[in-house]
């Protein structure tokens, strides 16, 4: 109890009593009569599959909602003759009339939509966007990621979420998403509710969702509801398809990167249904013939999906899914007698997940969890040579990960029209290996020397408790109130959080809304990474410990959302203000060899703040043969450690004063699609030396040294005071599409960097004849082309 008032400081207790006051009053909002609750579920008529994020609407109350992740919602509406109109940006709209005094289950259809949207639609979708409390939360249908231009022939949904308002993408090809000036360790990646914790292949070049799989995908950016937690700056939630319930169906495709394939279909029609879905890279087998009889080298990614559901009765429904993806690199060097050099560099992500929904009533939705995760790094060395006709054999190993078994519990309980109420539980079990490394030196069969980190493995468990209210006072104002409470358990110290959560919404009129936000989070896990912006090995997942406190964050938001041109547009204005704390980075001079060889990770960190704020302009056309946005942001996002840059404040890495973003799609007609994006953005912070000066060296140091005696180090700049040149880059695609039977051909081409734009990811310091420094960029990603091919039925 000591920690929990520790915690609750003079600023969020005004906040946590209006809560705790309001749940009091709880008993008394529910007793209203003359209602009835319509519930069910919404589905694909072609495919059977649950569609998430259907609007419904029913203008003459004035009342709304959307599907859940389960494709799930629930409406308490006046009983009386009721007209509902049901959409959503992928489906032909439906409009349901019916009359009851009863509550009623009603499961709807709906009909993919091939050709541009009808104006029915878009106003349904329009006003459901209007009346959320929901702020800074995007959600992305699978076709948008489709329509627009790959990679090297390879869709990514990470890529897509780079171009939206307040995401920042790392360095040039990087997938790596910084959301609001937070850290890629601050981004809560959900794969049907599974944590991932390191989504990327090709050393972030990729992400590792293949979009072949994927359903809905939702980002959010602040204004958090209580059941999300863990993570200061973001949430990825992805759900993956079920599986055709109504046919057998399938798609393939080959690009100059990779090929896939996905099989789908019933088990039994209507009851049950599978999904497989599968991806590979082939650079190693394209180059492996051209490589000498001696040699071997190379690399390749992979992943899998797969998924089954089973519809029990129409109240119970059980999923089970997975996913695996790895990385592989790879060397050998055969010489004579014998002697060869063997590395190796693998990682790998594995997730597996249970779930079950059950339906009490019309009014109840639970959802029943448990699930697995595991993130693996395995780096592997053999270097063999003979001397006088013995083997000398030296091995090493490192290896570094995380794993996590957590369970869930969720509850939906609408009690009547102005209430609507989510609460649950939780648990998590996680496992760290924060860098183990062992080599070995062997003479014959003798070892004659080893060496072993100590034992760096770290359990810890986190528990959290939600509740939240989306609560309707009146046809204009809507609030969402709730409380998210969570505790974690490591070495014999216990941390404890209770963070609340509060989003407004104010209608002014039928087009235009006003929001506003406050989340307090907390996040017990950390990565310490380089400052190279890539996905590494050297990247290392560490725990909050006794030494090393948990990251905590504060935000508040506020914006309009308004409807143009009677809902075929709409624009979006948000501005944010975050505050962070216990962030951590490498000391000066440190990095994560000195964690590997020497001393723990904890006494090479220090601990620091940081400060994020801005605003954002989202302007979207989500119907018509035309569609796409343009995004704006103009932000701040600086980052104060005592030990580092004197302790002063400096700029984040990744702070850009301005980022902008262009994205088009066009369909010609059935057959012809094409699609552009355009980005801009403000160089990043880097630092450069601004002279050297010359010392006397000591021996350990002759690596350094001129023959001389003599070492040049370079003086620094302060911490990220110069900045790269502007970045900005233009993508495009073209989309071919025919018939063949029942077989759709789709032959894709494009270009990543048309225009061959030479953006730097980094600065090279030399120096001229005379000593002086000289500063040259250093770019890798010139215009590259792609082309593919896929077949689907």
């Known amino acids: 109890m000591g920690q929990v008032l520790k915690w609750i400081n003079m600023s969020k207790i005004p906040i946590v009593l209006v809560i705790i006051g309001y749940g009091l009053c709880l008993p008394v909002a529910f007793a209203q009569e003359g209602t009835i609750t319509v519930s069910g579920t919404v589905t694909d008529?072609?495919?059977?599959?649950?569609?998430?994020?259907?609007?419904?609407?029913?203008?003459?109350?004035?009342?709304?909602?959307?599907?859940?992740?389960?494709?799930?919602?629930?409406?308490?509406?006046?009983?009386?003759?009721?007209?509902?109109?049901?959409?959503?940006?992928?489906?032909?709209?439906?409009?349901?009339?019916?009359?009851?005094?009863?509550?009623?289950?009603?499961?709807?259809?709906?009909?993919?939509?091939?050709?541009?949207?009808?104006?029915?639609?878009?106003?349904?979708?329009?006003?459901?966007?209007?009346?959320?409390t929901q702020m800074s939360a995007i959600s992305i249908p699978v076709k948008d990621v489709e329509n627009l231009p790959s990679i090297l022939g390879e869709t990514d949904v990470l890529r897509i979420i780079q171009l939206l308002p307040g995401v920042q993408s790392g360095v040039e090809g990087s997938t790596g998403l910084y959301v609001r000036g937070g850290g890629p360790d601050q981004n809560l990646y959900l794969l049907d509710g599974t944590q991932v914790y390191n989504p990327s292949h090709l050393f972030g070049?990729?992400?590792?969702?293949?979009?072949?799989?994927?359903?809905?995908?939702?980002?959010?950016?602040?204004?958090?509801?209580?059941?999300?937690?863990?993570?200061?700056?973001?949430?990825?939630?992805?759900?993956?398809?079920?599986?055709?319930?109504?046919?057998?169906?399938?798609?393939?495709s080959i690009g100059f990167l990779a090929s896939r394939v996905t099989l789908e279909g019933p088990i039994k029609r209507d009851r049950a249904s599978f999904l497989v879905s599968a991806r590979r890279s082939y650079a190693d087998l394209l180059i492996r013939p051209f490589l000498p009889d001696d040699e071997d080298f190379g690399y390749y990614f992979s992943d899998l999906n797969v998924k089954t559901n089973v519809?029990?009765?129409?109240?119970?429904?059980?999923?089970?899914?997975?996913?695996?993806?790895?990385?592989?690199?790879?060397s050998q060097y055969e010489y004579s007698l014998g002697d060869e050099d063997r590395e190796s560099l693998n990682w790998s992500n594995l997730t597996a997940t249970a779930r079950w929904n059950h339906i009490f009533g019309a009014r109840l939705f639970s959802n029943i969890l448990v699930g697995y995760t595991n993130y693996a790094l395995l780096v592997q060395g053999k270097y063999r040579y003979t001397s006088n006709n013995v083997a000398n054999i030296w091995e090493d190993r490192y290896e570094s990960g995380i794993q996590d078994l957590h369970a869930r519990v969720d509850l939906e309980f609408i009690p009547n029209a102005s209430h609507s109420l989510r609460f649950g539980v939780g648990a998590q079990q996680h496992s760290f290996l924060t860098g183990a490394y062992e080599e070995i030196y062997r003479v014959g069969n003798t070892i004659t020397d080893s060496t072993a980190s100590p034992n760096r493995r770290t359990n810890g468990s986190e528990f959290q408790a939600y509740f939240e209210d989306d609560w309707r006072l009146s046809s204009r104002i809507r609030l969402n109130l709730g409380v998210h409470a969570s505790s974690f358990l490591i070495e014999e110290r216990t941390y404890v959080s209770v963070e609340p959560r509060v989003s407004a919404?104010?209608?002014?009129?039928?087009?235009?809304?006003?929001?506003?936000?406050?989340?307090?989070?907390?996040?017990?896990?950390?990565?310490?990474?380089?400052?190279?912006?890539?996905?590494?090995?050297?990247?290392?997942?560490?725990?909050?410990?006794?030494?090393?406190?948990?990251?905590?964050?504060?935000?508040?938001?506020?914006?309009?959302?308004?409807?143009?041109?009677?809902?075929?547009?709409?624009?979006?204005?948000?501005?944010y203000?975050?505050?962070?704390?216990?962030?951590?980075?490498?000391?000066?001079?440190?990095?994560?060899?000195?964690?590997?060889?020497?001393?723990?990770?904890?006494?090479?960190?220090?601990?620091?703040?940081?400060?994020?704020?801005?605003?954002?302009?989202?302007?979207?056309?989500k119907s018509g043969r035309t569609t796409g946005w343009v995004g704006y942001t103009?932000?701040?996002?600086?980052?104060?450690?005592?030990?580092?840059?004197n302790g002063r404040w400096f700029p984040y890495r990744y702070d850009r004063r301005h980022d902008a973003s262009v994205v088009i799609s066009h369909e010609i007609n059935p057959r012809f699609d094409i699609s552009a994006t355009w980005v801009y953005g403000t160089g990043q912070a880097v630092t450069l030396p601004v002279g050297y000066m010359v010392s006397a060296s000591h021996l350990w140091d002759s690596i350094y040294s001129s023959r001389f005696g003599l070492s040049e180090f370079d003086i620094q700049s302060s911490r990220n005071g110069a900045r790269l040149p502007a970045y900005h880059r233009l993508d495009i695609g073209l989309r071919r599409h025919r018939m063949l039977g029942r077989v759709k051909r789709t032959l894709s081409i494009g270009a990543y960097n048309t225009y061959s734009r030479r953006n730097a990811i980094s600065i090279i310091t030399e120096r001229d004849g005379d000593g002086d420094l000289i500063f040259k960029k250093f770019s890798i990603l010139p215009i590259l082309p792609s082309i593919s091919y896929q077949l689907s039925f």
């Open 505 to 575: 919404l104010w209608n002014l009129n039928s087009r235009t809304s006003v929001k506003a936000s406050f989340a307090y989070m907390q996040q017990y896990i950390h990565l310490l990474a380089t400052t190279s912006g890539l996905s590494l090995p050297t990247d290392l997942w560490v725990p909050a410990t006794a030494k090393v406190k948990p990251q905590r964050s504060w935000q508040v938001a506020g914006g309009v959302v308004r409807t143009l041109f009677d809902g075929m547009f709409e624009l979006s204005v948000e501005g």
């Open 205 to 252: 070049f990729l992400g590792t969702f293949n979009s072949d799989a994927i359903k809905d995908v939702r980002l959010l950016k602040g204004g958090f509801p209580a059941r999300y937690g863990g993570r200061l700056s973001s949430v990825i939630d992805l759900t993956m398809k079920e599986g055709n319930m109504k046919r057998f169906a399938g798609t393939g």
């Open 577 to 621: 203000f975050k505050k962070m704390s216990n962030l951590i980075e490498y000391e000066e001079g440190a990095d994560y060899f000195d964690t590997v060889f020497g001393g723990t990770w904890e006494d090479r960190v220090e601990a620091g703040r940081g400060l994020a704020y801005g605003g954002e302009i989202f302007f979207q056309k």
């Open 45 to 132: 008529s072609e495919t059977g599959e649950l569609v998430v994020g259907a609007a419904l609407y029913v203008a003459a109350q004035n009342v709304g909602g959307t599907t859940n992740q389960y494709g799930y919602y629930s409406l308490t509406l006046l009983g009386d003759s009721v007209r509902m109109v049901v959409s959503h940006v992928a489906y032909t709209p439906q409009i349901l009339t019916y009359s009851s005094q009863e509550d009623l289950v009603l499961d709807i259809s709906l009909v993919p939509s091939t050709l541009a949207l009808e104006e029915l639609e878009v106003t349904a979708t329009a006003e459901s966007s209007l009346q959320t």
């Open 634 to 645: 103009l932000s701040w996002s600086r980052r104060k450690f005592d030990k580092i840059n």
């Open 311 to 330: 519809v029990i009765n129409p109240k119970n429904r059980i999923y089970l899914s997975g996913y695996w993806g790895a990385d592989r690199l790879h």
